[in-house]
Structure formats: structure tokens, C-alpha cells
């Protein structure tokens, strides 16, 4: 059973409030990831962490930030939400799977959390 | 390029109807994992199945079977015997031993009483 909390569920605030969205996971995964799932249900890659101290920006561009002070927890924040940040932002957390060949390390199924649904007014 | 192809964008079915939902995907490596994850109308993605590259064994739990053909680059998913309580949306998703795992569009299920 997966063990990855994200708060708050359901987040609805005016625009150019700061924010941040909660995510924590109990299940010592050394590898963190935000999604960005919009209505069209497709689900984009903005931020992702290899362990504590490491963060990296994903393939959607984005105007959030993310640190990773211990490995338990990856808050993403937006300074000033506009309402194009209106959308669903799912975490996830991964360990790692050795590939047969090359003994390559390789991310293994990732575990989510129930997504923080945001709107921006 | 890596990219995964989910064609059905929704189906609908009648309860106990056998629906299969497809998935193309693209890479160049031969070493990858290919994933499924259901999305139910909580919101939350839950993992079904991982299979790696090497393995194209078919696999079966309970109602739900996987069918890899590396020959034609395709990893569908069939339920058999569909219940209302599958409905959601799925997705498949590649991962070719980077950080980055990449998402199909997704299908959504529609299973009617």
C-alpha cells in the first residue's frame, strides 16, 4: 500500500495569493515528481527530485518551485497563482528498479498521491 | 524520440462486455519498462502492471490481461467481463531508465449497468 499524502485535496483562492501545495510520502523513495494534469486529462512532468538538495524543472514549463529539504516531503509553491494555474497537481514518488543490462538504475512504478485540485479565481 | 500513443480517447460498454484498451508506444532503447496506471474519479493513479523489455510474456489477474508485442511496439490491456467499477480513465506510460516517465493521453472508461 502506497503512503503518499498531498494537502489540501481542494484549494480555491483569489489571484496573486501565495501558495503551496503539501506533499509527503512515508516510504523513504529517494525520487519525487509533480504532475500537472489539465481537463484534457493528459498528465505533464513540471518538477522532479533525484533526493535531498536536488530539484529539477520537468517539460512543462512552469511557474511553481519546488525544494526537497528531507526526503519525506516536496512542496511545490506558486508565489502569485493567476488563473491559469487552475488545474489538478498529482505527486508521485518512485524507488529505483537495476535494469538487467548495464545494471543501469531505473525508476520503478511510480506511487501517487490523491492530487491537491487547485482554482484560481 | 520516446512517446506513447493511446488512440481510444474514451470507450463506452455495457457491463460484462470484454473491452480492450490500446497502447502504441516509441523508443529506440531496448532496455524499458512499460507501465498501466487506472485513474478512478478520486483522482489518485494506481498502478497496475510494470513489464520490462526483455520480458514479453503475456499476463493475466483475474479480469484484467496484458498482451506486449514487441514486434509491434504495443502493450494493450484487456478486461474481461467489465464491471461498473471500472470506470476510469487509464493510462500507459514508457520508461526507458531516466527520471522521466512518459504518459499516454489516456482512455476513458465508461462501463454501464
Known amino acids: 500500500e502506497a503512503d503518499i499524502y498531498q494537502t489540501p485535496r481542494y484549494l480555491v483562492i483569489g489571484t496573486g495569493k501565495k501558495i503551496t501545495l503539501e506533499c509527503s510520502q512515508t516510504m523513504g523513495h529517494d525520487k519525487m515528481y509533480w504532475y500537472q494534469q489539465d481537463p484534457g486529462m493528459e498528465l505533464h512532468l513540471i518538477h522532479y527530485?533525484?533526493?535531498?538538495?536536488?530539484?529539477e524543472k520537468g517539460d512543462l514549463s512552469s511557474e511553481s518551485t519546488v525544494s526537497r529539504i528531507r526526503t519525506e516531503h516536496f512542496p511545490l509553491t506558486l508565489e502569485s497563482a493567476r488563473p491559469s494555474h487552475t488545474s489538478q497537481y498529482l505527486c508521485?514518488?518512485?524507488?529505483?528498479?537495476?535494469?538487467?543490462?548495464?545494471?543501469?538504475?531505473?525508476?520503478?512504478?511510480?506511487?501517487f498521491g490523491e492530487g491537491s485540485r487547485l482554482t484560481v479565481l | 524520440a520516446q512517446k506513447v500513443t493511446q488512440a481510444q480517447t474514451e470507450i463506452s460498454v455495457v457491463e460484462k462486455e470484454d473491452v480492450t484498451l490500446d497502447c502504441v508506444y516509441e523508443t529506440r532503447d531496448t532496455t524499458y519498462y512499460l507501465f498501466w496506471y487506472k485513474q478512478p474519479p478520486s483522482g489518485e493513479l494506481v498502478f497496475l502492471i510494470r513489464?520490462?523489455?526483455?520480458?514479453?510474456q503475456n499476463e493475466i489477474s483475474g479480469r484484467y490481461s496484458w498482451n506486449f508485442q514487441k514486434s509491434t511496439s504495443s502493450f494493450n490491456f484487456t478486461i474481461t467481463a467489465s464491471q461498473v467499477v471500472d470506470s476510469a480513465v487509464y493510462f500507459c506510460a514508457l520508461n526507458t531508465g531516466g527520471f522521466k516517465t512518459i504518459f499516454g493521453a489516456g482512455t476513458r472508461l465508461f462501463v454501464k449497468a
Open positions: 527530485s533525484y533526493g535531498v538538495n536536488s530539484t
Open positions: 508521485a514518488s518512485s524507488d529505483s528498479l537495476a535494469l538487467r543490462d548495464r545494471g543501469r538504475e531505473n525508476t520503478g512504478e511510480l506511487f
Open positions: 513489464r520490462n523489455s526483455f520480458d514479453e
